[in-house]
């Protein structure tokens, strides 16, 4: 059974960073997709970052290079590295796991078969 846990949410003022972490049981990193997602209140859920077996990372375009995902396949933990938070960050991240491989182009939800309970990030003026 795949387990998800995140954990280094928080609130932070803008400008600020984080770093997310999300430790895996019953999957290790090096055999398929992981990915953080975000839904903030009324809005679907979107997806942030992933990266593949190999280690190859994909962005969504509107991050503009603030976010690094990343992954310690040793410890099966996936970080999320963010920074000069916005209030347009605060949201519920989710951490996402799939036995998918190959190149990631599109990170959306229907891909990834395991998820997190989410961690709370809020970002204020």
């Known amino acids: 059974q795949v387990r998800l846990l995140e954990s280094g949410g928080g609130s932070v003022q803008a400008g600020g960073s984080l770093r997310l972490s999300c430790t895996a049981s019953?999957?290790?990193?090096?055999?398929?997709?992981a990915a953080w997602f975000r839904q903030a209140p009324g809005k679907e859920r979107e997806g942030v970052a992933a990266i593949n077996a190999q280690g190859r990372p994909t962005y969504v375009d509107s991050l503009g290079g603030r976010f690094t995902i990343s992954k310690d396949n040793a410890k099966t933990t996936l970080y999320l590295e963010m920074h000069d938070l916005t209030l347009e960050d605060t949201a519920l991240y989710y951490c996402?796991?799939?036995?998918?491989?190959?190149?990631?182009?599109?990170?959306?939800?229907?891909?990834?078969?395991?998820w997190g309970q989410g961690t709370q990030v809020t970002v204020s003026s």
């Open positions: 996402a796991a799939s036995p998918m491989s190959g190149i990631i182009y599109w990170i959306v939800p229907k891909d990834f078969t395991w």
């Open positions: 019953g999957f290790t990193f090096t055999t398929g997709y």
